[in-house]
């Protein structure tokens, strides 16, 4: 299953999300799969959540049925069930194949009210030219040093016509482009950020605003995102059937 | 005019403070009116964080019925944080409500539901921050109604300078009322002001308005009277009582927030007021008398509650769960029901009995059994007399036995230190009887993998109870009491690995007695507290006792006068002319049978015993049995 998490949703956490799915699941009442044991848990499966307080067009989570499932239904009343900016976008049943190592890069905006344009335009340039650039991220366990270079497949300054409609403002504003693969440690849009601070002084006035437009495979031919759900689908279209014992949607 | 969101101006704030997600609403089941199509605008504040007050249910429920009501709306704030108060300071950012973030000033009432009164600072900030003068005399036409309700608002007095008003009791149907005493003098061009409106409310005789009444001294500090200022007010307020529970089925659209919060159930409340008579307890004097929801319309919230939440866990609460009258079925229709749905069903209940076991027995049935709770509140015989808590060490002896041998592994037990006429030896006798609860529990199950685990709550003596004339022990007391009683446990080799010890110092216990049996002069510590950066003096990581007692000191208070200090019969209480219904000479008397070990039935069971109530408010117990039951439910 693909879903956004838009506007002031944006906020929740990870764990407020899996809390939101698992109401919602009730709610809509899908035969949803329990694990055994002490404490039974649904089967839900997240795939890299975006951080708290970064939106996105393309999250992605697995749901275990108990039994078979019509995706488009499934689309309709979860999304029903969950509240307004945590969106269900398209369902599919679950083919062969872990549907997380199919998400190999993502694709970000960056939106950055008040910036200056050219200095943006010159931090990208020198960005790029680089080999790597080091940076540092306060993690858990410390702080922590790792390239932010390597990971950038593509950077540019957008234009203006990307912007996503929920979050029109009045002010000029420059957009980021970024394709970044996923590694670990993982390279964040902010880590890219501190990147084009520490080669070019580049520094926007007021926090970010983050979203994730895509995630999914490389397509090696074209250099463009594919859509991770594109092989489920042609599983399915083939009349396979899912996995023995337990049909998964998602 | 349309009253305009401030989140855009929020919004910039939030990735920089802990737990962005609780400011930003959008609850499922969450309402957001047209500023426009209402007349009458509530703003309803919890006064601490939002993980505990978004379950509140007495919020939620006027959040609904408000909402409900045409040409009136509704919307929900909370404390924020010291992380983002300092930044809305520093952005000019105004006290705002999740719902749609508009700001709390431009409301016709702030309605302020305090559970405790630690939130009372809480409520300062809240004022300060929406730009609402703090004191209500400074308030001007522009500004709301700060009204308070809950259990903290049958004694407001220290608090008194701060509100316009307050309401004692069940909030349903006042809310109401007030909400079309107000339409109706706005709707004739607000004659009069604020002054008027206040007066409207007042002479009714179900609103407090603190301003209407004066309050004389004695030269030694005591009260001489409180009496009304003005013609037309009444000299006592009476509290409300909603009768017949089935007719208010709140809440019908729970909500379910984003944002991890204390309680994640949906939680029915089965029946309301208790009459088991524990003189210690505030809440069961002033819900009096019982009303119980009937089986059938507990069992219909419950399956509303579920569908429109998806919440995995029910909750019945009341203050007494075990004691509805159809409880048993309630229980084992419900179990019935869920069976297999990974739906789990709670009861926060503490009767000490075998009955109360098959209760937990039914409702864990496909779950595990892990904690059963007791409350024997009095660690011996005479102390649980003075308390009119009839539990003997046999039955809870019994009872635990019981629990140990159907699978139960753990078992908590609640007392609380401090009480009146209360000896060393009393607190040590929980020491006794938890030796004894693991004893019986090792005989029982013949296993010594068998835990009990001892919470021991702060006594204060609260208005409107037969205590709230006794004088509260002092910290240094209830601290060497509970080393005692800590020492004797731990020290035991036997026995003292099995047993879990819980408590808290007796030094917020005594703040929380200042501001429990306060009256109006106690309002300057709670500014002074404020001022000096008291906030969320609920969280321990927050409290400072040093900076209570610094601003009792400066503003001349003295706290041992308020809290240690027992009151003669005739004393005038500051909460006297707020009236829960509780006849005072028979309050005194359970006060004095308290000392001398005379005990109180539970007037659901046996005659009634005139603690007043039923004739002063015109209300009745209502209890079943209805002899309905439970049938499974069809699916769909
Ligand atoms: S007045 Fe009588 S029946 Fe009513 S609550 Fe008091 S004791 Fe019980």
């Given at each position: 299953m693909r879903y956004a998490k838009r506007g002031r949703l944006r906020f929740t956490s990870h764990r407020d999300i899996s809390r939101a799915v698992e109401r919602a699941v009730r709610r809509a009442g899908i035969p949803v799969a329990y694990s055994a044991g002490f404490s039974p848990h649904p089967k839900i499966s997240y795939a890299g959540a975006a951080p708290t307080g970064v939106a996105s067009e393309a999250e992605y989570l697995e749901i275990g049925v108990t039994t078979p499932c019509d995706p488009a239904q499934v689309r309709q009343s979860l999304d029903e069930s969950l509240p307004s900016g945590l969106d269900v976008l398209d369902v599919v049943e679950a083919g062969q194949g872990g549907l997380a190592d199919r998400l190999e890069v993502s694709d970000w905006e960056v939106r950055l009210p008040g910036a200056d344009r050219e200095l943006a335009e010159v931090a990208v340039e020198k960005f790029l030219a680089e080999g790597t650039v080091e940076v540092e991220r306060l993690t858990k366990k410390g702080p922590r040093r790792f390239d932010a270079r390597q990971a950038v497949l593509g950077l540019r300054v957008s234009e203006?016509?990307?912007?996503?409609a929920a979050q029109v403002q009045g002010e000029p504003c420059v957009i980021l482009r970024m394709v970044v693969r996923h590694m670990t440690p993982a390279v964040r849009p902010d880590d890219v950020l501190t990147g084009l601070r520490l080669v070019a002084d580049f520094a926007p006035p007021v926090p970010p605003e983050v979203t994730r437009l895509a995630q999914g495979p490389l397509d090696a031919s074209t250099g463009a995102l594919a859509d991770p759900l594109d092989l489920d689908r042609d599983t399915t279209r083939g009349g396979e059937a899912g996995p023995a014992g337990e049909h998964v949607a998602g | 005019m349309p009253v305009e969101s401030i989140f855009h101006r929020l919004e910039a704030l939030l990735p920089k403070v802990q737990k962005p997600i609780q400011y930003v609403g959008g609850e499922l089941n969450s309402t957001v009116k047209d500023w426009d199509s209402a007349d009458v605008r509530w703003a309803l504040m919890y006064p601490d964080a939002y993980e505990v007050g978004l379950p509140n249910q007495g919020v939620a429920i006027l959040y609904e019925i408000l909402n409900e009501l045409p040409g009136t709306l509704a919307e929900r704030t909370y404390a924020v944080w010291p992380d983002l108060e300092e930044l809305m300071r520093a952005e000019g950012v105004p006290q705002f409500t999740?719902?749609?973030?508009?700001?709390?000033?431009?409301?016709?009432v702030l309605g302020v539901s305090f559970s405790t009164e630690l939130g009372y600072t809480n409520l300062l900030t809240a004022l300060d921050l929406a730009g609402i003068p703090l004191l209500a005399a400074d308030r001007g036409e522009d500004d709301p109604i700060v009204l308070a309700g809950g259990h903290a608002a049958f004694n407001p007095e220290p608090i008194a300078d701060f509100l316009d008003a307050a309401v004692l009791g069940d909030g349903e149907q006042i809310s109401i009322a007030i909400s079309e005493v107000i339409r109706e003098w706005k709707g004739e061009g607000s004659p009069g002001g604020r002054d008027e409106l206040l007066m409207r409310l007042a002479e009714s005789g179900g609103v407090y308005v603190p301003r209407f009444y004066d309050v004389e001294y004695h030269p030694d500090g005591r009260i001489k009277r409180v009496a009304p200022n003005?013609?037309?007010?009444?000299w006592r307020v009476h509290k409300h009582t909603v009768m017949d529970l089935d007719e208010w089925p709140y809440p019908k659209k729970p909500l379910v927030p984003l944002a991890e919060t204390v309680h994640e159930r949906f939680s029915v409340e089965i029946f309301r007021g208790c009459t088991r008579g524990c003189r210690f307890c505030q809440a069961g004097m002033i819900t009096r008398p019982v009303r119980e929801r009937s089986i059938t319309t507990i069992g219909a919230m419950v399956e509303n509650g579920i569908k429109e939440s998806g919440f995995n866990e029910v909750g019945l609460l009341s203050l007494s769960s075990a004691d509805h009258s159809e409880i048993g079925e309630v229980a084992k229709g419900l179990a019935d029901r869920y069976e297999g749905t990974n739906t789990s069903l709670s009861l926060p209940s503490t009767r000490v009995d075998a009955f109360n076991i098959d209760l937990a027995n039914e409702f864990s049935r496909n779950g595990r059994r892990s904690g059963l709770t007791f409350a024997p509140e009095g660690g011996s015989e005479r102390m649980r007399k003075v308390i009119n808590k009839m539990v003997t060490e046999e039955d809870l002896i019994r009872t635990v036995t019981t629990a140990y041998s159907q699978g139960w592994r753990q078992v908590k037990l609640y007392f609380m230190c401090g009480l009146p006429t209360e000896q060393d030896e009393d607190v040590l006798g929980i020491a006794d009887l938890a030796k004894k609860v693991i004893q019986a529990g090792r005989e029982a199950t013949g296993s010594r993998d068998i835990r009990c685990t001892v919470s021991i709550g702060g006594f204060v003596p609260k208005p409107?109870?037969?205590?709230?004339w006794a004088g509260q022990a002092d910290h240094e007391t209830v601290d060497r009491r509970l080393k005692q009683l800590r020492d004797s446990l731990r020290g035991d080799k036997n026995y003292g690995r099995a047993i879990g010890f819980r408590y808290h110092d007796g030094k917020p216990s005594i703040v929380e007695g200042l501001l429990s049996r306060g009256d109006r002069r106690v309002g300057a510590v709670i500014r002074a507290v404020w001022e000096d950066?008291?906030?969320?003096?609920?969280?321990s990581e927050h409290f400072s006792y040093e900076r209570w007692m610094a601003a009792a000191e400066k503003a001349g208070v003295d706290v041992d006068w308020y809290t240690t200090r027992e009151r003669e019969e005739n004393e005038v209480l500051p909460w006297d002319h707020l009236d829960a219904g509780l006849d005072r000479e028979w309050l005194w008397q359970d006060w004095q049978e308290a000392v001398s070990g005379g005990e109180v039935e539970d007037c659901r069971w046996t005659p009634c015993y005139d603690c007043g109530v039923c004739p002063t408010m015109g209300t009745e117990i209502q209890i079943g049995p209805t002899g309905r039951k439970l049938l499974p439910l069809t699916v769909v």
């Open positions: 203006g016509a990307d912007r996503i | 999740v719902d749609a973030h508009r700001p709390v000033r431009a409301f016709d003005r013609a037309d007010v009444p409107h109870t037969p205590f709230q950066g008291g906030r969320f003096d609920g969280w």
